[in-house]
């Protein structure tokens, strides 16, 4: 079976640290690897997408890397803010029937 | 430019009753989804439609049926709700050219359903 797992399943910082935020993936026959983001009672935000040909993608503050070898996705936000508090998810699109399976997501509170 | 909307928002039912989640999209995308929520679980796709006309069953299909109306429209019916059902449900879509499954889904804000 194709399972995402995220650990921790919750995180709080002080405002200003870098968040490190870890997603496996236990088939490495992804085609790529999504995170999103939730703010509660809301819908998905799609934040990032990698490639399984790609190592990496940037945008903004957010940095995601995908290591297919190890089954590892990891996402950095630097200087964490206030507003970065949510719940993020990651997400693999397998090859073979490409459907998402999704991992049960890392909440984060940023304290000010 | 919406994105993806859903009706309703919430929804009570009670045991047995039936009823149907509405979704629609305005990014002309081919595919659509339906996913189910659960504390601790993650999401879980219950059927999707890769494009107009045709329509497959996800990993937690039981106890549902979907409706791909036209490109924009994907519905989703319970036909006898049972407390199992209780969750919230999102509606996605993806991809602008026929057949890019594998791209960035946008999702709708969700229908939070409880069955009694």
């Known amino acids: 079976k194709q399972e995402v797992t995220q650990i921790p399943a919750a995180l709080s910082v002080p405002e200003g640290e870098n968040l490190v935020l870890n997603c496996s993936f236990t088939d490495s026959a992804i085609y790529n690897l999504q995170w999103f983001r939730q703010d509660p009672g809301k819908g998905l935000t799609s934040l990032l997408l990698?490639?399984?040909?790609?190592r990496e993608q940037t945008s903004g503050r957010l940095n995601a890397s995908l290591d297919k070898s190890s089954g590892r996705s990891t996402l950095y936000i630097a200087a964490s803010q206030p507003g970065d508090s949510a719940t993020y998810l990651c997400a693999a699109l397998y090859a073979n029937d490409y459907k998402l399976s999704f991992g049960a997501g890392t909440t984060v509170t940023v304290r000010a | 430019n919406a994105g993806v909307t859903q009706t309703p928002k919430f929804q009570v039912l009670k045991t047995g009753q039936s009823m149907t989640l509405q979704c629609a999209q305005d990014?002309?995308?081919?595919?659509m989804y339906w996913y189910r929520q659960d504390p601790g679980m993650g999401l879980r796709l219950i059927y999707y439609?890769?494009?107009?006309?045709?329509?497959d069953k996800g990993e937690v299909p039981n106890g549902y049926n979907v409706s791909r109306l036209n490109k924009r429209e994907f519905s989703l019916r319970l036909e006898s709700a049972a407390p199992s059902q209780t969750s919230v449900y999102f509606c996605?879509?993806?991809?602008?050219?026929?057949?890019?499954?594998?791209?960035?889904?946008?999702f709708g804000p969700g229908t939070r359903l409880t069955v009694l």
């Open positions: 990698i490639q399984s040909s790609q």
């Open positions: 990014m002309n995308h081919n595919s």
């Open positions: 996605a879509s993806s991809g602008s050219l026929a057949g890019q499954i594998t791209d960035t889904q946008y």
């Open positions: 439609s890769a494009s107009e006309g045709t329509t």
